[in-house]
Structure formats: structure tokens, C-alpha cells
């Protein structure tokens, strides 16, 4: 694996992924906006794996998709318009390797849809019960401006009450940059 030169939120998340995921997995993007997490998904689960992808926005699955199709890759996803705190209608239990969520607005989209504490806690705690035991979610919390600032105290005060002998959670804020800087975090679903 290449020597790590950039450090944004996001590419502290895809090194996750790159690390954990493996062909034939089963992966869940739960915030599918325009395709790219979905896409790289698709690319790390290979032609034996699959990808779930969620969105509320018709604009956001037609994007998912249209980058799919233009990588060859539409065969390995289902891009759902759907919340995804309905992920457990379509997912069993115990049965996801990894599971994305990036919150925030639609990029280059409507910046008043945006994810909700409400349904992105109900969609994390839902979330956690799909994972494999090993299995691993990562979040990363955008805010700023006027937006965001609720779902981020929710969710920061949640994440504490998860039960320590389920979960290892691992938050890395970015402590001396300025201007709001996304937070990623990484929540391992350890074996018990
Ligand atoms: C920051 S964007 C995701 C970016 C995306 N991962 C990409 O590669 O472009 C957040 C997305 O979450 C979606 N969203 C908001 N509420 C949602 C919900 N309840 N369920 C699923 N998606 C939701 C928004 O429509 C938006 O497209």
C-alpha cells in the first residue's frame, strides 16, 4: 500500500475502506450523493461482491448511477431511493463487512436536504445490527455555516453510550484546523 500524503477527512475514511474491504463483501453506502463512495465500494467488493447504496434524492440515486454505468459497475450495486433509516427492511442482520455514511447535503445539489439527527441516529443504530461481527462503519460528519451543528452534538453525544464490550468507536477530530473541518470516525463491531 502507498505511502499516506493526504490527510482529509475523506481520505482517512477510504484508507479504511481500502484496508478492511475485501472481494466478495457486502458493503452498504448509506448516504449514496453523486456515486463516489459507491463507486469505490463497487471497485474494492469485485464481481462477487455488492454494494447497497441509499439516498433520498432521485437526483442523487440518477448520479449514483450514471457514474456506475460509466465505470462498468452497475451490475455490482443496488442504489436505493430510500432513507437510510430504512436499511433494515432491505438487509439482514449480521451481514454487512462495511457500512459509509457521509453526511451533509447532496454535493453541487440542494444545500436545504440535508441528513437529520433523527434519522441518522435511527440509520447508525440500525446500521450497527447489519454489520458482521468485525465489521466495520464509518462516519463522516460534515457542518458549518448554519447547517449541520445539531446533527453533529447528536451524534457525538450518542456515539459514547455504545456498549463498550460490542463496539470500539474512534472519533479523529482535527484539533488545530479552522473553518469546520469534517470529522471521521470509525466504529469496529468487535467480536464477542
Ligand atoms: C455529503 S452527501 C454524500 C456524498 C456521497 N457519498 C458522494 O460520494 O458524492 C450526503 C447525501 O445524503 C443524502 N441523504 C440525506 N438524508 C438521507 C437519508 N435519510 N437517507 C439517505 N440519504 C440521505 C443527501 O441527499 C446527500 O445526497
Known amino acids: 500500500m502507498k505511502r499516506m500524503t493526504s490527510f482529509s477527512a475523506l481520505d482517512i475514511i477510504n484508507r479504511v475502506l481500502d484496508e478492511h474491504v475485501q472481494e466478495g463483501d457486502l458493503c452498504v453506502d448509506a448516504t449514496a450523493g453523486r456515486g463516489f463512495d459507491t463507486l469505490h465500494l463497487c471497485r474494492l467488493v469485485g464481481g462477487s461482491g455488492h454494494v447497497k447504496a441509499f439516498d ?5 440515486v440518477d448520479s449514483t ?24 427492511t ?28 433523527e434519522t441518522s441516529i ?3 443504530e440500525k446500521g450497527l445490527k447489519l454489520l458482521k461481527n468485525g465489521g466495520i462503519m464509518t462516519l463522516i460528519i460534515y457542518y458549518g455555516r448554519e447547517t449541520g451543528f445539531e446533527e453533529r452534538d447528536a451524534i457525538l453525544a ?4 455504545l456498549d463498550n464490550r460490542k463496539y470500539t468507536v474512534i472519533e479523529m477530530p482535527f484539533v488545530n484546523r479552522t473553518n469546520c473541518p469534517p470529522i471521521p470516525i470509525v466504529i469496529i ?4
Open 56 to 60: 433520498i434524492q432521485q437526483e442523487a
Open 158 to 161: 450518542y456515539l459514547p453510550t
Open 122 to 124: 435511527a440509520a447508525i
Open 189 to 192: 463491531k468487535d467480536h464477542i
Open 65 to 88: 448511477k450514471a457514474l456506475l454505468e460509466e465505470h462498468g459497475m452497475a451490475e455490482r450495486a443496488d442504489v436505493l431511493l430510500m432513507s437510510h433509516s430504512e436499511m433494515d
Open 90 to 117: 432491505v438487509l439482514e442482520e449480521e451481514s454487512v463487512s462495511l457500512m459509509t455514511f457521509n453526511f451533509g447535503w447532496l454535493p453541487k445539489g440542494d444545500h436545504t436536504i440535508n441528513t437529520k439527527k
